[in-house]
């Protein structure tokens, strides 16, 4: 088995294009090939006013980050805002060397304190698992982080690591911190999750992107700065923490996906 490294880039929201520049370059320098995350909607952020000025630049960006991936090998990921049929979506997307660009998940769980629901659209489905190097991945953005049953929900699908970005503010990072743990121990799996650092529309940003395996330990964290920073994935923690139990199902009920949402069809 390949374990692979996997990273954040953490980052403040951008507002041109030309502003992934640096953050691209950090990862070219990089030795190892990795899965980079990207905080949730890294350009515009929630500055709804320019909404359909950060749906252009989004497209613009997509490709420049698609077409790193290609040159470089490693993989991107981050929400971006999408527009659909006169609606708003806050998407995730990977940017991969083979496959290109893959829309993997609108976000479902929109933050009503952030009027988010007035502006953005719910996604119909829960997010489709992706493979990497032999890794399954299962995604939530931000908000989703409070609703244990989409992760849950993602257990058919026997996620290795949960992929979360977001922009937390740091008014609730003990939340952010709790939540984290909170899903890596119960879900049995690793969570990578990145955060978005400095002034945002919302406020103050959180920062502490990490890495949080099966048992709740840190593998690695950043503070409220902008950086990069990976680490390989440990096969044991994959292979061989539920050997002891599994405490992902449960005997006495059955969990289905009731949350006004479409089910996968």
Request: net charge negative.
């Amino acid at each position: 088995m390949e374990v692979p490294f996997v990273g954040v880039c953490q980052i403040p929201v951008l507002r041109e294009i030309k502003d992934i520049d640096p953050w691209l370059e950090a990862i070219s320098a990089e030795k190892d090939k990795c899965f980079w995350l990207f905080p949730e909607l890294f350009l515009g952020g929630f500055e709804y006013k320019h909404k359909e000025t950060w749906v252009e630049k989004s497209l613009e960006l997509k490709e420049v980050m698609n077409s790193f991936s290609r040159k470089t090998g490693n993989i991107l990921a981050g929400t971006l805002w999408n527009k659909k049929d006169g609606k708003f979506y806050n998407t995730f997307y990977l940017f991969t060397p083979d496959q290109g660009t893959l829309e993997i998940y609108s976000k479902i769980h929109l933050f009503l304190p952030g009027k988010e629901n007035e502006y953005f659209t719910a996604g119909e489905y829960p997010p489709e698992p992706y493979i990497w190097k032999e890794i399954r991945m299962g995604f939530g953005i931000c908000h989703d982080l409070r609703f244990p049953e989409l992760f849950l929900y993602q257990h058919k699908d026997e996620p290795d690591i949960f992929i979360v970005n977001a922009q937390w503010p740091l008014a609730r990072i003990e939340h952010w911190q709790t939540l984290l743990k909170a899903r890596a121990i119960e879900n049995q799996c690793y969570v990578l999750a990145c955060n978005g650092m400095g002034n945002s529309a919302l406020g103050r940003l959180a920062g502490n992107s990490c890495l949080i395996s099966s048992w709740g330990k840190t593998a690695f964290a950043l503070g409220e700065e902008p950086g990069i920073k990976k680490a390989r994935l440990e096969e044991e923690v994959i292979l061989d923490d539920r050997k002891m139990f599994d405490s992902r199902r449960s005997l006495f009920f059955d969990l289905n996906f009731k949350s006004g949402q479409k089910n996968r069809p």
